[in-house]
């Protein structure tokens, strides 16, 4: 038992998530209660027969993550980061502390969330020229990123930050995108994928990450039977 462990029980934080091992959503969450240093007690969902306690805590979306404190639910992985970041927010900021970089960070996770998270879920759930679309729509945004991430080792700086969270989760996807050829070639974006290195490098990434051979047989079990 470290310290952060003995003030954490001593503070009687009850932490449970709520969580899919296949989310990156939920991925993102369980990367920020890791950086943080917090015990949580991570529950599977089964989304052919959602738990009664799944309805109750997030009955608007009835979606996973949801985390948990101290019998409180808070619902949508970014909104679970911020809060996360705040209530923890001795140790390991995710947040910049000035209000105009927090408010870029905002913003690129946003867009992470909105655009690069949805030509990429795009990718895998489709086939033929839909995939292809949006494997291309995927490609381009990772040019932008690469230029917003420039010759900094993470996008919030020096630091392991918010956006870094939002976004790395994709990667552990890194070698199912390439069972559908060279897709991400790290000639093209080297910037993006020795970022991608770094981040999951991390402790805190790779507890949060499933083994790569559970990733590689569900995606070939799902292409199988497509
Ligand atoms: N915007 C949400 C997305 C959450 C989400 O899409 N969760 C999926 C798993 S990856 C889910 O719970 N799916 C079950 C369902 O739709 O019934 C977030 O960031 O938390």
Redesign the pocket.
Known sequence: MDDSDFFLSAMGDEVILLN?W?????M?VRIALEEKGIKYENRE?D?SN?SSLLFQMNPV?????VLIHNSKPI????I?VEYIDEVWNEQSPLLPSNPYQRAQARFWANYV?TVVYKHAMRFWTTEGEEREAAGQEFLECLKLLEEQLGDEPHFGGNNFGFVDVALVPLFCYFYTFNLYGNFISEAQYPKIISWARRCTQRESVSKSFPQEQMVKDYVSQKRNKG
Do not use: N
């Open positions: 899919f296949l989310s990156p959503y939920g993102r969902e989304f959602k979306h009835k979606k996973i993550p619902c949508e992985s970014l679970a969330d």
